[in-house]
């Protein structure tokens, strides 16, 4: 993780910020229908998990819930596949694809709510 180049951090090389969501999807290619896993989703792109992975380069339709969008296969790893979209998709269906799947709509932690001093019990 640490390189002297960039320093202790690794940079964000993502254009658009991405969302954790886990529903079924699939793969539409000129080869045929695959289906798996959405795992990552953002505007520009997304990451799939599916058994029968398409090369790289190759267009796709990824379907999930009612969406229907374009994209190209940009990589390929073990069981994944990344995904980048023709055109962005509109931060109303990643916010829609939150709901679908139960993406929690409150805030984060918040450091009023740790209480501090006091021990963990012993395991």
Known sequence: MFRPEIGPFLIERRRSRRSRATCGASLE???GEVFGQLWDLSET????????????????LL????????????????????????????????????????????????????PLGRRRSAQ
């Open 29 to 31: 290619t000129p080869d």
């Open 45 to 60: 792109g997304a990451r799939v998990q599916t058994a029968d992975l398409p090369k790289d380069g190759t267009t796709a």
């Open 63 to 114: 379907k999930w819930g009612s969406e229907r969008v374009a994209c190209r296969v940009i990589w390929t790893r073990d069981d994944m596949c990344g995904l980048a979209f023709d055109t962005p998709i509109d931060r109303a269906v990643m916010a829609e694809t939150g709901r679908l799947i139960g993406v929690p709509q409150h805030p984060g932690a918040s450091m009023a709510n740790i």
